[in-house]
């Protein structure tokens, strides 16, 4: 067995009948690569070839009363791939909204805790010909955004015809009394623990003092304005795709000599702002984005999530793009700076030390907090590194890639943006019941590159 660590666990302790943690990916797909030619059956077996080699897919959560600390992954030995791989028809015409309203379905269902935390939906019908969408959907405890991609990547090859890769090893199984004894070991190292994280947590806030008196920190929580996104929401979900050419983003990049993070939240912000103004509701005050940062790499903590977080100011306020640009590098430089400061396992290692007792008490507590009047973030931007050469999901060509994020409390709104062969996929979620209309912001993005490409950095002629 798996024991989650205490960041995967957290995903699970925060999911509620209103607010599912889903991570979905939409493939847009070219079926008249298969060999010998598409048909479901024969989709099928390409999956069920290739589920054994991704451990996701065999996993499932087991726990016991008696347990003190965090569930664990065990093997699905009674795994059957016809309970998480689904078939639909795309309604006519079969665009680009009529896909997204499927998505906005797909991604607001809870996954069953009684079977592996993940499901894919075929959608045959795409653009009123053979062509497909796919829809991967994991629970938050599962994946992170780079262990998204990595998983796509276990389905995905460089040739439609590339044989299925070895099984993965298998976790086993665990009795209910061997759950309970490693959870009780668990839970008296917590004291332990926390004399290790409570220095390192002050040394980090006197540290943040200090910057602060410097104006080099990331934004500060429940600074960010109210806006329409910052309100509660339902488990009704609403979707909008946009696609761009990453190779103009980069000549952003390479003309203000920014980051490809600093233009892409500089385009989201440019969107944004065009969105608001266009409703009459832009708020006076720069609003703030939760921006997750991958640590791979940079942490030897146990888990499947390796990520920290840091709050950057969009500068939405400001209406020359390319001083908003400016601004925005200015103030993720410094957020980076600050989160690096604070150490990538932080986060990681207190949520460790919180049990699910604490986790609950937390979850009890939190609706009762006022988030909209001034909310910690008003949106989740997420920017994940995508593969730059054609792939092929199970045989079919892939043709864009669109990541979905979830909505969480205090920020109805996520953007996720990945790159594939050239092509930058914009994923947008919300709440129809905050914001009936996603399709206004999708298309501020293509509008908010073009201004982008057509200013010049402030110190030019």
């Not at 991967?136 to 991609?149: P, S």
């Not at 944004?272 to 640590?295: H, K």
């Not at 997420?382 to 079919?396: A, D, I, K, T």
Request: net charge neutral.
């Amino acid at each position: 067995m798996q024991r989650l660590s205490g960041l995967d666990a957290f995903f699970l302790y925060l999911e509620s009948p209103t607010q599912p943690l889903n991570v979905c990916c939409v493939l847009e797909l070219d079926p008249g690569t298969v060999p010998g030619g598409y048909t479901f059956d024969r989709f099928r077996e390409a999956l069920a070839g290739r589920a054994d080699a991704v451990p996701e897919f065999r996993l499932k959560l087991a726990d016991t009363q008696l347990n003190l600390d965090h569930p664990v992954w065990v093997d699905d030995e009674r795994f059957d791939l016809a309970r998480h791989l689904h078939r639909v028809a795309l309604p006519a015409p079969g665009g680009p909204r009529e896909l997204a309203e499927i998505c906005g379905h797909v991604a607001g269902l809870a996954l069953d805790r009684d079977r592996p935390l993940w499901e894919m939906w075929v959608i045959e019908g795409l653009h009123g010909n053979g062509a497909l969408s796919v829809i991967l959907k994991a629970h938050h405890a599962v994946v992170d955004g780079v262990g998204g991609a990595n998983l796509l990547a276990q389905l995905s090859s460089t040739l439609p015809d590339a044989p299925p890769p070895k099984p993965a090893t298998r976790a086993g199984s665990a009795h209910p009394l061997q759950i309970a004894a490693s959870g009780l070991i668990g839970a008296m190292l917590r004291p332990w623990r926390l004399a290790k994280v409570v220095p390192a947590t002050a040394l980090t806030l006197a540290e943040t003092v200090l910057r602060a008196r410097g104006g080099h920190t990331m934004a500060a929580p429940f600074a960010a304005p109210p806006t329409a996104f910052n309100g509660p929401f339902t488990r009704h979900r609403n979707v909008a795709l946009a696609t761009l050419d990453l190779d103009e983003l980069k000549a952003v990049k390479k003309r203000f000599g920014v980051t490809v993070n600093d233009a892409v939240t500089a385009l989201c912000a440019g969107a944004l702002r065009q969105f608001f103004l266009d409703r009459g509701e832009l708020p006076g005050s720069p609003m703030v984005a939760s921006v997750p940062v991958s640590v791979r790499g940079r942490s030897d903590r146990p888990g499947r999530n390796q990520t920290t977080w840091m709050l950057c100011r969009l500068e939405t306020h400001i209406d020359e793009p390319a001083q908003r640009l400016c601004r925005i590098a200015e103030g993720n430089a410094a957020a980076k700076a600050h989160a690096a400061a604070m150490g990538p396992t932080l986060l990681q290692d207190w949520t460790q030390i919180a049990g699910q007792t604490m986790f609950g008490a937390a979850m009890r507590l939190l609706p009762r907090i006022p988030l909209s009047d001034k909310p910690p973030h008003n949106l989740v931007l997420s920017n994940v590194p995508g593969p730059q050469e054609q792939l092929y999901f199970l045989g079919c060509r892939i043709d864009a890639m669109y990541p979905l994020g979830p909505i969480i409390a205090g920020a109805g709104l996520n953007v996720t943006v990945m790159s594939l062969n050239g092509r930058l996929g914009i994923g947008i979620t919300s709440c129809p019941d905050l914001v009936p209309e996603l399709w206004e912001l999708a298309d501020a993005f293509p509008r908010a590159l073009k201004e982008l490409l057509n200013c010049d950095p402030p110190d030019s002629p």
